[in-house]
């Protein structure tokens, strides 16, 4: 069966400070991919999604960049976060079924 | 583009209380369309899908019927339990057949049961 881990579960990071959240997904191959953030515990905003290595796509103009280095890879980093960055960042997996499965997100602090 | 309305919330409800969760949404096409849950702390979790008009999809009590007619996909259940306090999310898919599969997510609910 597949899974979706993600780490750190919890982080507080200085505003300024770099960031990289890491998601990874077991027993399945070429996966679509997607990073999500959840502001005050309520709506999804779609960041990044990738459909292959070295495919990303991104949803809005913002801080944040996404990386998929390998198959069942997915990356969100930042160089520099801002307190805006502060949320519940969630990744998911899907094939062509659209049924997307979500990993247990991080949450970021950013001070 | 693509488009979902939900109701609003909170909504707060006594166990074995009827439970309707209101979702409508614009699309092109016919999208398959998903009810998801979030307990708190945690991520989503899918609570059940329908993939064409009139189906109907059900989980743990929850249903959802398909209507293409009023492109809604309402959320029931006839008793809740107060371990059904979440957050419930309704999601349409991309109705073009893209391969990425990217789905339009609602506000979400929250949902608070009381005993």
């Known amino acids: 069966s597949q899974t979706i881990h993600q780490w750190p579960a919890t982080l507080v990071q200085p505003v300024g400070s770099p960031l990289s959240l890491e998601c990874t997904v077991e027993?399945?191959?070429?996966?679509?991919l997607y990073w999500y953030r959840q502001a005050a515990g309520r709506g999804l905003q779609l960041l990044f999604y990738?459909?292959?290595?070295?495919?990303i796509s991104s949803e809005v103009p913002q801080n944040l960049s996404a990386s998929r280095p390998q198959d069942r890879q997915f990356i969100l980093s930042s160089k520099k976060l801002l307190l805006s960055d502060s949320g519940f960042y969630l990744c998911?997996?899907?094939?062509?079924?659209?049924?997307?499965?979500f990993g247990p997100g991080t949450r970021l602090l950013v001070l | 583009g693509d488009s979902v309305t939900q109701m609003e919330g909170p909504v707060t409800l006594s166990e074995e209380a009827f439970l309707t969760i209101n979702c409508t949404y614009t699309a092109t096409g016919y999208p398959s369309l998903f009810w998801y849950v979030q307990y708190p702390g945690e991520g989503l979790q899918l609570l059940l899908k329908?993939?064409?008009?009139?189906d109907k999809g059900s989980n743990k009590g929850f249903e959802a019927t398909y209507r293409k007619e009023t492109t809604s996909f309402h959320l029931e259940k006839g008793s809740v339990q107060v371990s059904d306090s979440a957050v419930y999310f309704c999601?349409?898919?991309?109705?073009?057949?893209?391969?990425?599969?990217?789905?339009?997510f609602g506000q979400g609910t929250i949902l608070t049961v009381h005993p």
């Open positions: 990738s459909v292959g290595i070295g495919q």
């Open positions: 999601a349409p898919g991309n109705a073009g057949g893209t391969s990425y599969g990217k789905l339009t």
């Open positions: 998911a997996w899907s094939f062509a079924t659209e049924t997307q499965y």
């Open positions: 329908a993939t064409k008009a009139d």
């Open positions: 027993g399945t191959s070429n996966p679509n």
